[in-house]
Nanobody, 128 residues
Framework: QVQLVQSGGGLVQAGGSLKLPCVASNFAFSSYTMSSYAMGWFRRAPGKERDFVAA????????QYADSVKGRFIISKDNAKNTVFLQMNSLKPEDTAIYYCAYKPGITSRAPPDYDSWGQGTQVTVSS
């Protein structure tokens, strides 16, 4: 089973930036057919459901973003390090949430139930 370990997160002022890494084990990004998997980022704000943030295909050709983060967040992968990143810029207080990375076989998806493996989550707090 794919295991995902997250780090990063923390407290940042509005307008600031953070980069969240998520390292995969029991799965090599570069050893599979490049389009046969996808990595995603989701977030859960206090009192809300887990929402889609961004996703990237195994071959890096397809990226998807929630409208609320488009133009501010960037999802990327480093296949040599088996790591997926979420670069978050121009952060807003409404970006405050627990952020989760996730893995799924097949094409990208915005639906949390489609993902098989999840990271442990990391808190991001944006102060105004």
């Amino acid at each position: 089973q794919v295991q995902l370990v997250q780090s990063g997160g923390g407290l940042v002022q509005a307008g600031g930036s953070l980069k969240l890494p998520c390292v995969a084990s029991n799965f090599a990004f570069s050893s599979y057919t490049m389009s046969s998997y996808a990595m995603g980022w989701f977030r859960r704000a206090p009192g809300k459901e887990r929402d889609f943030v961004a996703a990237i295909s195994g071959n890096d050709i397809v990226t998807q973003y929630a409208d609320s983060v488009k133009g501010r967040f960037i999802i990327s992968k480093d296949n040599a390090k088996n790591t997926v990143f979420l670069q978050m810029n121009s952060l807003k207080p409404e970006d405050t949430a627990i952020y989760y990375c996730a893995y799924k076989p097949g094409i990208t998806s915005r639906a949390p139930p489609d993902y098989d493996s999840w990271g442990q989550g990391t808190q991001v707090t944006v102060s105004s």
